[in-house]
């Protein structure tokens, strides 16, 4: 298997527009989680996902972000529109819906807002 | 809550020491699993080891070693005879069983730097 895919591997963008990131998790993974890691905050929980339904969203920051999984194999998070304070490596992860297996991770996003 | 504390936020060693890297977590929950993760410096997240609450034999896997002891709540990794590749920044994870057991808290993690 691939492992987690995600793309673009980076993404310098204005603040102000819309950046989307994108997630193709493991084949057969039932649970789609999305972090970030910034310096000051470590690694955040944002959102995550069982069989393509979020389950838990009170990691995303603000209205500006939101993110969907409209099938199992594809996932994306968006910010809209994007500020400085956005810059953060993004990363998504997936596992097996088996507590405690461990999750896979994407090799991240790292998103510049300039 | 649950919470996760690696209060080293860097250590450096020479290389062929022995580093032990700290992590102290907190949980209500008596059924849990521990986790450790390595990040080397090209970015992607690197599954080590992961422990649930109710085994707390410690485990060894050639250099590494780690040591589980509920009564501190703590997990601590251990690499002897370090070496320049070891260097990297080491997680550690917490996932409860109650509350959305999928998934993992992170701590801030440990930078270690390992010198030839």
């Known amino acids: 298997d691939a492992g987690v895919i995600q793309s673009p591997r980076h993404e310098v963008t204005e603040m102000g527009q819309e950046v989307t990131l994108r997630c193709k998790p493991i084949s057969g993974h039932d649970y789609l989680f999305w972090y970030r890691q910034t310096m000051m905050r470590g690694l955040e929980l944002l959102i995550y996902f069982n069989n393509n339904v979020p389950i838990d969203d009170s990691g995303m920051p603000e209205d500006r972000f939101s993110a969907k999984m409209p099938n199992a194999s594809f996932s994306t998070l968006k910010i809209q529109p994007s500020e400085p304070r956005d810059s953060a490596v993004y990363f998504c992860?997936?596992?097996?819906?088996?507590?405690?297996?461990?999750?896979?991770f994407g090799q991240g996003t790292r998103l510049t807002v300039v | 809550a649950q919470k996760v504390t690696q209060a080293q936020t860097e250590i450096s060693v020479v290389e062929k020491e022995d580093v032990t890297l700290d992590c102290v977590y907190e949980?209500?929950?008596?059924?849990?699993?521990l986790f450790w993760y390595k990040q080397p410096p090209s970015g992607e997240l690197v599954f080590l080891i992961r422990?649930?609450?109710?085994?707390?034999q410690n485990e060894i896997s050639g250099r590494y070693s780690w040591n589980f002891q509920k009564s501190t709540s703590s997990f601590n990794f251990t690499i002897t005879a370090s070496q320049v590749v070891d260097s990297a920044v080491y997680f550690c994870?917490?996932?409860?069983?109650?509350?959305?057991?999928?998934?993992?808290?992170f701590g801030k993690g440990t930078k270690l730097t390992v010198n030839p």
């Open positions: 949980t209500r929950d008596t059924t849990y699993y």
């Open positions: 994870a917490l996932s409860e069983a109650w509350g959305g057991s999928e998934k993992l808290v």
């Open positions: 422990r649930n609450s109710f085994d707390e």
């Open positions: 992860a997936s596992s097996l819906a088996r507590w405690g297996t461990e999750a896979f």
